[in-house]
């Protein structure tokens, strides 16, 4: 025995010594192998390319190609993958396929809330699709998991799903419904009715053969489990005739193999020690070295409970003297070894993604972060702005308001002067007549004072009362008229700037009508220009150029603010509402025949409201 154990060590050495050399032996791969690497390398195509849409396909084939050879839980692991892809994109057709799918594999590992999960949600996505055929499918599936103590019911929903699945020729849906009636049937001791099931399951899974071999073990089993060991020899059998059987060695030797097996559970030893040796001879033949491993292990099972040992040791020569060319020609490692490759490097691709998804992830919250910043720096700039834009129109306001409050007690000083002139005279009349005018006056000017634009009725009121107001006071000096268009008397709503044409119908009285020795005429005009009011102040004074020459040194002295005032009102407005005022002031030619001042306003409607 211990000179078995050592040879069995032995053998283990030299498989993995002989490992290396299959590789340049490997030549064409089984189909199962063929499957993983053509859907592998779609799933390469779409991590390079960054397809999502090839990526999921690629993983819902990986898939596939494990659930057809028996290994779930890869099966669902892809599954899984391709539909969180699936989701990514919203694709209810992606979603509903890969959904149903990934329930499928959770039912067979009893997985069932989960199952059940997947199954609504395919349901759900069928419907967004229009696929009526795959939503009752779910909707039966659905129904079904969720009535595990109504066999009737099980049966009766597998049962349409068969038949949906034999119109719509679909033998994915025939296959995994006639396995769900077997394992139905097998839970309530219906033996018959499984293998039955089965049976129909791998009639439809023979182009699939890695499935077909799996139902045809299944059907075996449940003889064994009733002793029925006649029936499972002929099942055996039957599958060792099958073509995908003759036309795979591998898979031939493992069958009888598995043949043996059963004759050795009968105690047949004779027929299985033949069946194995078969087994032995064509694995040897073809390179399967596992299979041929197997092989050996249940021949000297037996040679040792017949204690025959020397049989045993002389196997274990044979085998490791044969066991270098047996590997050479084992293709089965180099799949082994490419499934294996093939996986870690999926592997490899997921972890570059998600390293190259986290450093996205890391720049665009980088870059959010620094958008962020500038949106609340800019922000943060464009209120300070505002803020200065507010500051800056309120401080122009309280200049507006503040020459507007100077223009009032220059002209209070100058009608009061022209009040004590009465009282001197003892003109207390003309001085009582004056005074009434003056209040009224000042009313008005007190009341226009308190907005930057006033209606242009009211002004024009107040210039009538001022005007009326110095003519009282200098009767033989001047002599005035005002012409207004009956269009801008016609409009209720038209609004002007306040005091601008009050301090230069003063000006022309008193510096230049007032020295003349022959009496007058001030004339003012409204014409309206398009968009525009023109006004006209023109008088036949002395002029400018004289009326300098006869101010006194003490006057001299002191500039006067009217004038200056009313240009830097009209700057300041210009400025605050966006408007073209403005104003000539020119000496009528030739020379010493009086002043003319232009002032353009434009047509305003209310602007202060």
Known sequence: MVLLKSYYKIFILALLLCGNAALSAYGQANTSTQKVQKASKKVQRGFSKDDRDTLA?????????????????????????????????????????????????????????????N????????????????????????????????????ESLIQRNIKLGLVNKDTGEIVSNFSRMADISLLNKKNAVAVDAFNNAYQFSRGIPE????????ITDVYLKDNNFTKAIETKRDVLNEEFVQNSTKIKAREITSLADIYIQIKQDSTAIRLLNESYALSVRNGHTLEAKESIEKLDSIFQKANRRELSLQLYKDFLLRLPDIIAKDSSIADNRIMAETEMRIKELETEKALKDDLIRRKNIFNYW?????????????????????????????????LRREMNPHFIFNSLNSINQFIATNNELAANQYLTKFSTL?????????????????EMELLQNYLDLEKSRFPDKFDFSIHTDDALLADEQLYI????????????????????????????????????????????????AESKKNKTDNQKKRSGRGITNTLERISILNELYHQHISCDVVDKQPPGRGVRVNLKVPLLKNINT
């Not at 419907?127 to 009535?147: E, F, I, M, Y």
């Not at 499935?211 to 299944?218: H, R, T, V």
């Not at 009341?447 to 242009?456: A, C, H």
């Open 442 to 458: 000042m009313r008005r000017v007190m009341e226009n004072s308190k907005e930057d634009f006033v209606l242009f009725s009211r």
């Open 57 to 117: 396909q690629g993983f819902y084939d990986l898939g596939e190609s494990y659930y057809q050879r028996g290994e779930l839980q890869k099966s669902e692991n892809y599954y899984q993958k391709a539909k969180d892809l699936y989701e990514k994109m919203k694709d209810p057709d992606g979603i509903a396929k890969s959904s149903r799918a990934l329930a499928k594999v959770q039912e067979d590992q009893h997985k069932t809330k989960e199952a059940v999960g």
């Open 119 to 154: 199954y609504e949600v395919a349901r759900e996505n069928s419907q967004k699709t229009g696929d009526v055929t795959a939503n009752t499918l779910n909707t039966n599936d659905v129904s079904r998991l969720s009535s595990p103590d109504s066999i009737a019911v099980q």
């Open 497 to 544: 700037p306040g005091m601008l044409i009050q301090p230069h119908l003063e000006n022309a009285i008193w510096h230049g009508l007032r020295y003349m020795d022959e009496k007058g005429i001030l004339k003012l005009s409204f014409t309206k220009k398009g968009e525009e009011i023109e006004v006209v102040i023109e008088d036949n004074g002395i002029g400018m």
């Open 370 to 402: 620094l958008i962020g910043s500038i949106a609340v720096l800019a922000a943060f700039i464009g209120f300070i702005l505002f803020i200065l834009r507010k500051l800056r129109i309120k401080n122009k306001k309280i200049a507006l308001q503040s």
């Open 211 to 218: 499935q077909a071999l799996q139902f045809n073990q299944k």
